[in-house]
């Protein structure tokens, strides 16, 4: 079943401990994104990777940190988590042939005490 | 200023109707529209794309464009209570991967 994955999907963690949210497609996708939704505030994409080792900023990069050594995945890195990055994250996917078409994770529910 | 706006709603329209959702964008340079679909609790869903003023179709659903008015509207005919859900507008400009969201409409359908 063609899907992009994340872990894990609830996370209540404290303010300065890294973490890591794991985003996986199986499509072999070219493109990806990490998106966070907050109320009222509505998705903003927070970085983007066009190909391995490409990656860009969004409209919201500070706190967050992103890699893309292998296609498949591209893992979400918070540093030094602050209790404004609790958020829902989705990650994204797309082809390069069908870039409009965007295939979402389930989303990752983070809070950060 | 916002990028792209939209009325947060609940738009209420009964069982049967057309649910005529909007949105407005502030960039002219922007090439590609989206409409997604969002359930409660869940992610978003691609409904139509549309890059090219006038209308699209597909099914019961029909995204509208008017870049002149900097406009871009989506039309659900014969809406199911099953169409109840929020309505995300995106927008893009060149590229589709920097996508900006409006903060979506909620879509409620009455039996």
């Known amino acids: 079943e063609a899907q992009v994955t994340q872990n894990p999907r609830y996370l209540i963690t404290v303010t300065g401990k890294k973490l890591t949210v794991t985003c996986s497609q199986n499509?072999?996708?070219?493109?990806m994104s990490w998106y966070r939704q907050d109320p009222g505030l509505g998705l903003r994409q927070i970085y983007y990777?066009?190909?391995?080792?490409?990656?860009d900023k969004g409209d919201v990069p500070e706190g967050y940190k992103v890699s893309r050594k292998e296609k498949r995945n591209f893992p979400l890195i918070l540093e030094s988590p602050s209790p404004n990055q609790t958020s829902l994250y989705f990650c994204?996917?797309?082809?390069?042939?069908?870039?409009?078409?965007?295939?979402f994770g389930p989303g990752t529910r983070l809070l950060v005490l | 200023q916002k990028e792209v706006e939209q009325n947060s709603g609940p738009l209420s329209v009964p069982e049967g109707a057309i649910a005529s959702l909007n949105c407005t964008y502030s960039?002219?340079?922007?090439?590609?529209f989206f409409w997604y679909r969002q359930y409660s609790g869940k992610s978003p869903e691609l409904i139509m794309f549309?890059?090219?003023?006038g209308d699209k179709e597909d099914g019961r659903f029909t995204a509208q464009l008017n870049k002149a008015s900097q406009y871009v509207s989506l039309l659900i005919r014969d809406s199911q209570p099953s169409d109840s859900a929020t309505y995300l507008c995106?927008?893009?400009?060149?590229?589709?991967?920097?996508?900006?969201f409006g903060t979506g409409t909620r879509l409620l359908v009455s039996p």
């Open positions: 994204a996917s797309s082809s390069h042939t069908h870039q409009e078409t965007q295939y």
């Open positions: 499509m072999n996708h070219e493109y």
């Open positions: 990777s066009m190909n391995v080792e490409v990656t």
């Open positions: 960039d002219r340079g922007s090439q590609s």
């Open positions: 549309i890059y090219s003023n």
């Open positions: 995106a927008v893009n400009g060149v590229g589709f991967q920097k996508l900006v």
